[in-house]
């Protein structure tokens, strides 16, 4: 029985770009991990359930050395692909991971991506999610996360770009004094669909969460947010907020936005809010007036718009290459790659 298909020019296609030098690459091909072993010394490596995924365990301070997953899709399989990744981290651990999907040939790509994560106590999680797959590939990620005392999660889902994505974060603050920080940045034009599902709750007391989701459509792309934030009777002292916000390039660009506060507790501070908007014609009129583009003004008030997504990103390194990736997106040169799948990660 075939346990994995090894493919080392993976590494040749796939060279990391991001301008750190310390970063540890670990591959999955169709669900398989490629190698099993010790990252790194704190950090273990193992297969998932039924020879799919990954189980990471990590222990220590691991935070300035990021840990890229790469996750490619290669072969047109006749059924979708399922599998679930794990982290979990050890109490008082601190690890940095970028998780990026791609795909290797545009096929009708179905997969779903199950994505758990366990922090002990005072452990700290920065997880970094990146789509970049092409234009007919159908794309579900769940996050399933539990936070113990003290513990706190950042996590950043970055949709670049994909035929259909579906993004579900379930995150449950279990014990006092949990923080959890999501927040994500969907870009979408053509025909794209882009969901978001974001719940979390509040189920013990002094605990925080904030989200932050932006949106840019063009085309006749549609997108949908659905935001939750449950506070459990009992969770007194919670501070929980979110919002959504989204601008529309075109009048057939479509977003539904729900934002939802579900509060069982009387000492609470949480606030939801979402807009929906235009490109501001004032300001590109004063940006041309000064000798600007009009394309570039545009391109310029969307990047002002996304910088405080992108500013969550605490690897300046990293952040500075992800904001050259989104400036790319918004310039349409993915598009013009059309022929290839992987969009320059």
């Not at 882009?194 to 549609?222: E, M, P, W």
Request: net charge negative; aromatic share 6%; proline share 3%.
């Amino acid at each position: 029985m075939k346990e994995y298909t090894y493919m080392p020019e993976v590494r040749r296609v796939f060279s990391c770009t991001v301008p750190n030098g310390n970063i540890r690459q670990v591959f999955l091909v169709d669900g398989m991990l490629q190698e099993e072993d010790n990252v790194s010394e704190g950090i273990s490596l193992k297969t998932g359930m039924d020879r799919k995924g990954l189980v990471m365990d990590i222990s220590g301070d691991h935070s300035m050395a990021p840990i890229q997953i790469i996750s490619v899709r290669s072969e047109d399989l006749p059924r979708p692909l399922e599998f679930t990744n794990e982290w979990v981290l050890a109490p008082g651990a601190r690890a940095q991971v970028i998780v990026c999907d791609h795909t290797l040939n545009e096929y009708l790509y179905k997969t779903f991506r199950y994505s758990k994560i366990t922090l002990g106590e005072g452990a700290s999680l920065d997880i970094l999610f990146m789509q970049n797959e092409h234009n007919r590939s159908r794309y579900w990620l769940e996050i399933m996360a539990d936070l113990d005392k003290g513990s706190r999660l950042d996590c950043h889902i970055l949709s670049l770009y994909g035929g259909t994505i579906n993004n579900k974060v379930h995150a449950r603050m279990n014990k006092p004094e949990a923080v959890c920080n999501l927040d994500g940045l969907y870009l979408a034009d053509g025909e794209q669909d882009i969901q978001y599902d974001i719940a979390v709750r509040h189920d013990s007391q002094k605990c925080t969460s904030t989200q932050l989701f932006k949106g840019i459509l063009d085309n006749h792309s549609r997108a949908a947010f659905n935001g939750a934030i449950r506070v459990a009777p009992g969770a007194q002292q919670t501070e929980a907020y979110q919002a959504n916000h989204n601008l529309l390039l075109t009048r057939d660009a479509r977003i539904t936005t729900r934002p939802q506060l579900e509060i069982y507790a009387d000492d609470v501070k949480c606030s939801h809010g979402a807009t929906i908007g235009r490109l501001d014609e004032m300001g590109l009129f004063y940006l041309r007036s000064r000798g600007i583009p009009l394309a570039e003004a545009q391109t310029l008030q969307q990047m002002a718009f996304v910088q405080d997504v992108l500013g969550h990103i605490r690897t300046d390194a990293i952040r500075t290459r992800l904001e050259k990736m989104v400036e790319s997106r918004l310039r349409g040169e993915f598009t013009k790659c059309s022929h290839c799948t992987m969009h320059c990660c």
